[in-house]
């Protein structure tokens, strides 16, 4: 009996609390967005061009004269990237009475933050999450402004049977839920092209010595091998590839694009194809935009900088057309269609994009990119 | 079929040698864990991070020292980041014990053991804010092979850093056997863990022989952690984890107590997981490295160079 007091109690103080958070919101007459993703941990990288893409939107916004006067405010908040964090960090907003989310940006770690967003009508656009599960729940309030992996797999899977054509392909990936999703896009094409891997195989994710696993694609003769997963173990393995001499030809998914891959594994790197979001930050409708964060020391190409920055605009959009009420703007973000620096966006009844382009880019020793042919 | 059996054999060759490195690093910082549950009976779950510490010292002291610009010679850079990692941790070492430890000692066993996994928490935190939670890499500094010969059209081959690990790995095992075995400190290591309280009668300092096994077993694991940074090339401040719990396993598996238990048991849960992972899917190799532990123990429940302990009363 005791203890039922105690939790009713405690019941109530939260509830006060929440009450006299959303008070002290409203009264500051800020629009706060909650930009969720891993600022530690070993994809930190991905955070930082989430982070930045964010805050520019932010600041543009701020300085057009807010939305009808009103500013927003950014609240940068870590998940690092594990699915154990993410719903601490969705708790957090949830508490914190903020209603937008930007975010996440691991699939694993944006799978349980959504459902407990969903539930509690707070609005969330990730701007780097391509599992397809994520949007296939018929949740109501999230969206991405990132392609999907039955996007991005096929893609892939489409350039290594017509350009690669290997003689026998290989597919890795670290069993979590974006590089196993995609790894198994990527099989599902292939074999309707009539390409059957030698090998379809996880590692784990955090192990550093794959030398038995090179041994084995050497011995299998793969000459094509795709990873689906992060870079840091595609660093390493492509680190311990050339160090067995492994000759192959490797592919991965936007999760291994950055400079940190090149820090990993030097130059082995040289010739890796990976499928990109289009680089939009070559369009001349986005010069202006590129200088500005070009003027901040900033780097505009990071696959996930420009989709953050359309993520924090068709919320405020949203905002601006229908006010400040997280039910109508995921309605208004349902029916209606954006001009962004990623093109014009709009989302199907799941959340997901209309039209969304993967690219295949081919990787450099010096971290630079260009189309492949 | 037919092209199955000339390619078995270097495979098998390629497989034993990536296993054996595998090994020595596990064998390098079981014994830290070995030594000091030999003397004090104690598992000292800190010994992962004196790792990881390690590696990050040899890092620094790498990058220190322009490893990647070339202006010094290489040898003379990768003997500085090995003596600064080992000077370092071995001072990180034996101050764990001496903060940690050291004050608990006498109390019941749960709580020395707690006060590890405080000092373990705590180590891999002091790190991520003094480094940076994020990986640091260190560029490939020795490419190449030391040898590559092609064996029936399979080419196997020893690169230059892993031929590095075996090798100081074995220098490093030989000289510690001659050392528990010949020296005067080993022999005063060995008194201790067979009976502390007589070796203290018998004027022997105990907490000095205490103090030495932490700085022994920090000095291997630093040896283990630059390696590590040097082959693998990426380091963050949790690998220690991992690693310690393998090391541990090793540890166990060999006998837990006894240095050539550790030797063997880290060779052997490597040669494992490699075999593992070259004759069955990848992800098996816990599965399997795990199971042969726990078949071990159930036949030699004390592993297989353990003593079987008499219970002291």
Redesign the interface.
Known sequence: MKLRQNLRRSVLVTAVAGALAALSAAASADIRIAIAGPI???V??YGDMQMIGAEMAIERINAAGGIKGEKLVGVKMDD?CEPKQAPTVANKVVNDGIKYVVGHLCSGATKPASAIYDENDIVMVTPAATNDAITAGGMKTVFRTIGKDSQQGPTAGRFIAATLKPKALAIIHD?QSYGQGIADQVRVTAEAAGIKPVMF????K????F???I??L??AGADVIYYGGYH?EL??LL?QA????LKAKWMGPEGVGNK?LN??A?DAVEGLYVTLPQDFSSEPANAALVQAFKDKKQDPTGPFVLTSYAAVQVIADSIAAVGNDPKKVAEHLHKSSFKTPIGELAFTASGDLKDFKFVVYEWHKDASKTPAQ | MNEFLPNFLPQLTQQLINGLSLGSIYALIAIGYTMVYGIIGMINFAHGEIYMIGAYVGVVTLTALGAASGTLPLTLVLAGALVAAIVVTAAYGWTVERVAYRPLRGGPRLVPLISAIGMSIFLQNYVQLGQGARDVSVPPLLPGNLFSVEIGGFPVSLSVTRALIIGVTVVLMIALTLYIGRSRMGRACRACSEDMGMARLLGIDTDRVISFTFVLGAALAAVGGVLIGLSIGKINPFIGFVVGVKAFTAAVLGGIGSIPGAMLGGVLLGLTETFASAFLPTEYKDVVAFSLLVLVLLFRPTGLLGKPDIEKV
Do not use: C, V
């Not at chain 1, 050339?242 to 001499?245: I, K, N, R």
């Open positions: 530690t941990g070993p930190a990288q690092a069993k195989e996880g590692i784990n955090g192990d550093t010595d030398s038995a696993l041994t084995k050497k011995q840091p660093g390493l680190r050339a160090e067995q001499g940190d820090a990993i030097g």
